[in-house]
């Protein structure tokens, strides 16, 4: 295994960026993708991710937290890049068995995987924060920029769908997005506080990062969370289209947005982010939006947002913070 | 893998002896084997194991029933012969994993073998007596005769040792059996009612065969449980020595034996069980005891009691039942 964070060669980006302090808002594959490339060019205390976790649940007595194993494994370079999310290096030994007692199989648990999430469950039982147990797991997986959940406290994303309130995890899982999303409810959001790291990140940011994950279900829980917009608001935030050529590279997003009655371009997402983008990075493929998106009152950026390999998602990164250096310059700030 | 449950060939035993209805008591390894030679010559319905669960504990969040797993591992064909514990096709991703991310991984939990104590505790944990979910297993690992907890409510095995007061995991695994023992405390075992299927099953038994396992931590559990010892005692039993030639074949009972102030060999496991056994089965190498096990009361029986293979296991069980025979023909019954 290469180490997670060397830096990636020959790549150029202004050598000030670097030392920008960025919070990057994430959810799942796609975020994990870009705030790996940000780790790549930053330095790791200039970075920080808080992550969505909104589609935790609990399973086999184990708790959880898709985004957040996504974004930990991405930066320890463990991630498998073909399926989405567990690890590259993964065996099914235990599915396998466990599936022959007829047991449930539906959510696919590797072996490796695994210990991720009974260690984590055995530290949360005892009663750690699930902040404290994110850091000891980041830490034991050699990860550095810091990851943070947005919340300690429980919230759980609920698809309003066509037959009635699922739970996410069956929704995406177990039903394969199959039933039409009418809206979502994040039940325990009123009640969540940031979790202890997010304010301070979000506070001392100079720059806050919409990753490309889907705007309902992984970045809208963490901007839902009581105290979070206002932050995100006060700074330079730049986004990244989840939508690319009318499609969402990985996940339902797409979908998503039919249902819920907008056009799957990148253009729902800058008018879903409108109050609080200062500006959108999106793909050459849709560059003919980019005046239709201007005319919301932000910046845009057309280049390739597609992140196929490492050296992409850190020259993604880097033209990201190329381009917020524009809008952090003294004229470009609001 | 071959069928567990194909009758061994070419063995020669009285086939009146397959009609006998046999309840066994059993430990862990050597009583799994002796359960399994057991039901490779009976027939399923004419065979009920109960099993100790006085070593049962809980270990990352799961129940594990190490004396349960050995016999259900054993009957299907399943176990490893060199470990005496887990499965003999197993790989250990996920213990690997754990221990890398600074987990506990003192307890060997092979990747398939973690798929039984997962399902075993999902259905526990949704309310099923673990009578219930070890016949389901059972099922499930294709195993056709019974094989039954002691009890379904909760008995914790204490050793009393020089080092203070040790739950029997930590003595075993932990510490490697290396304090002192003085005794032992069975937790809860005033309040354990008999499992469903238990008392039946002994009521009904022609004999009953206390297994080739540790006197003190897998058999006495089950003897101690309210109501157990007095439905035994009411039936012709015959025992297999777990000591051979002054040593355990697995396990700590000829080092316990010492420490509890025994000589380590058969004599003391007639003395053990002395109000109980109508006759001991203990090998060669240990012949010269027999005169004094008799002097106790009981019938001797001399053979090879060492199980090293599939065929040893049926050959050791048409023994018990051939010299059981003897006992159970109206001159021989008590």
Request: glycine fraction near 8%; charge should be negative.
């Amino acid at each position: 295994m290469t180490n997670p964070q060397s830096p990636i060669p020959n790549l150029h980006f202004p050598i000030t960026a670097a030392s920008m302090r960025i919070v990057a808002l994430s959810g799942g594959v796609g975020g994990a993708k870009l705030v790996d490339g940000l780790a790549s060019i930053l330095l790791p205390e200039n970075l920080t991710a808080v992550v969505n976790t909104g589609d935790d649940f609990d399973h086999l007595g184990l708790r959880i937290c898709p985004d957040l194993d996504s974004v930990l494994y991405a930066l320890a370079g463990l991630e498998n890049p073909e399926t989405g999310w567990g690890r590259a290096d993964e065996t099914w030994n235990f599915l396998e068995a466990l599936g022959s007692l007829g047991g449930p199989s539906w959510f696919k648990l590797g072996d490796r995987d695994l210990a991720l999430h009974m260690e984590r469950t055995r530290r949360l039982r005892r009663g750690e924060p699930l902040s404290v147990v994110t850091d000891y797991l980041r830490r034991a997986l050699g990860v550095k920029p810091s990851a943070i959940p947005m919340t300690d406290d429980e919230v759980s994303t609920v698809v309003v769908s066509s037959e009635g309130d699922l739970p996410f995890q069956e929704y995406f899982v177990a039903r394969r997005c199959e039933p039409l999303v009418r809206g979502f409810r994040f039940v325990g959001i009123e009640r969540a506080r940031p979790a202890p790291g997010v304010t301070e990140a979000l506070s001392a940011a100079d720059l806050v990062v919409l990753c490309p994950s889907n705007p309902w279900v992984s970045m809208d829980p963490i901007l839902a969370v009581p105290g979070v917009r206002e932050l995100v608001q006060a700074k330079p935030v730049v986004g990244v289209s989840p939508l690319v050529g009318g499609q969402a590279l990985k996940g339902p997003a797409a979908k998503m947005a039919v249902e819920l009655g907008f056009a799957p371009t990148a253009y729902a997402i800058a008018e879903h982010y409108e109050e609080l983008l200062t500006a959108l990075l999106i793909d050459a493929q849709d560059a003919s939006l980019a005046p239709q998106i201007r005319s919301l009152g932000m910046q845009v950026d057309v280049t390739g947002i597609i992140m196929r390999t490492r050296e992409e998602r850190a020259s993604l990164a880097a033209r990201v913070l190329d381009f917020a250096k524009g809008i952090l310059s003294p004229k470009g700030a609001r």
